[in-house]
């Protein structure tokens, strides 16, 4: 396999946006992580309470079973 060399590498022209525009781009992005991140938080909560369904409902029947031989 060959290998790519600096002086080809340095030969690439690479366009980039302005300053101002990278700076809008980065803050959108922020901003999508942030809407992203919470909706990860909200779905780990309902995956928590999922995950505690088997014991309430075991701990509610023994609860109603209890009051019946009352």
Do not use: H, Y
Not at 5 to 24: H, Y
Not at 29 to 39: I, N, T
Request: net charge positive; glycine share 2%; aromatic share 2%.
């Amino acid at each position: 396999m060959r290998n790519i060399g600096q002086s080809i590498i340095t030969s690439i022209p690479l366009v980039l946006p302005p300053l101002a525009e990278q700076r809008r781009i980065a803050q959108e992005l922020k901003a999508q992580l942030a809407v992203v991140e919470e909706a990860r938080r909200a779905a780990q909560a309902q995956l928590d309470e999922i995950a505690q369904l088997p014991s309430r409902l075991l701990a509610q029947a023994f609860n109603l079973q209890q009051g019946a031989k009352t």
